[in-house]
T-cell receptor, first 115, second 112 residues
Framework: KAGVTQTPRYLIKTRGQQVTLSCSPI?????VSWYQQTPGQGLQFLFE???????NKGNFPGRFSGRQFSNSRSEMNVSTLELGDSALYLC??????????????FGPGTRLLVL | GIQVEQSPPDLILQEGANSTLRCNFS?????LQWFHQNPWGQLINLFY???GTKQNGRLSATTVATERYSLLYISSSQTTDSGVYFC??????????????FGTGTLLAVQP
């Protein structure tokens, strides 16, 4: 099976712009989670989607949003970009049937640089 | 919320040496995973180990859930083992969620 894929891999934006990142989970996986990694804050949970519904949300401002489609692919959007949004954004997927007791598989990430 | 602490924060080894990385967590967990982050940023699964012991080649891991810690053993280290190792957990009382709480990581450098 193909692994988790994320597009684009690299992105450069300017302050005030918006950005959309995409994640395709492993085939058959219905749960998709997003994480932000920065040198200062480490790896932080953004949100989780399961069957097109947001199941959990981290402590991020409303500028960060996401959605999941019927084929389980997910997108996250960041509006009104700030310099501090520069980070590695990681997506993870799993089957979603065992309520937290499953291995999560991560994609290669999208590196976002905000200038 | 649950706290996840990893030690040591940094580790330098000579090739061929053994090492032990530790992960302490402050509450009961449903899920504990060890990851290796490669130089390109991808998190590579090493172990899913909420309890017990597992081995995979030169790597092994043990989680003592009752004492709230996990250990990752690397034997006969190679330069390709270099990188950051993360422990991540899902709290037992978190409900139906896959939200992983990550530790701060251990930066391992293996010198030839």
């Amino acid at each position: 099976k193909a692994g988790v894929t994320q597009t684009p891999r690299y992105l450069i934006k300017t302050r005030g712009q918006q950005v959309t990142l995409s994640c395709s989970p492993i085939s058959g996986h219905r749960s998709v989670s997003w994480y932000q990694q920065t040198p200062g804050q480490g790896l932080q949970f953004l949100f989780e989607y399961f069957s097109e519904t947001q199941r959990n949300k981290g402590n991020f401002p409303g500028r960060f949003s996401g959605r999941q489609f019927s084929n389980s692919r997910s997108e996250m959007n960041v509006s009104t970009l700030e310099l501090g949004d520069s980070a590695l954004y990681l997506c993870a997927s799993n089957l979603g049937v065992a309520d937290s007791q499953e291995t999560q598989y991560f994609g290669p990430g999208t590196r976002l640089l905000v200038l | 919320g649950i706290q996840v602490e990893q030690s040591p924060p940094d580790l330098i080894l000579q090739e061929g040496a053994n090492s032990t990385l530790r992960c302490n967590f402050s509450d009961s967990v449903n899920n504990l995973q060890w990851f290796h982050q490669n130089p390109w940023g991808q998190l590579i699964n090493l172990f899913y180990i909420p309890s017990g012991t597992k081995q995979n080649g030169r790597l092994s891991a043990t989680t003592v859930a009752t004492e709230r810690y996990s250990l990752l053993y690397i034997s006969s280290s190679q330069t390709t083992d270099s990188g950051v190792y993360f422990c991540a957990v899902v709290p037992f009382y978190g409900g139906a969620t896959n939200k992983l709480i990550f530790g701060t990581g251990t930066l391992l450098a293996v010198q030839p």
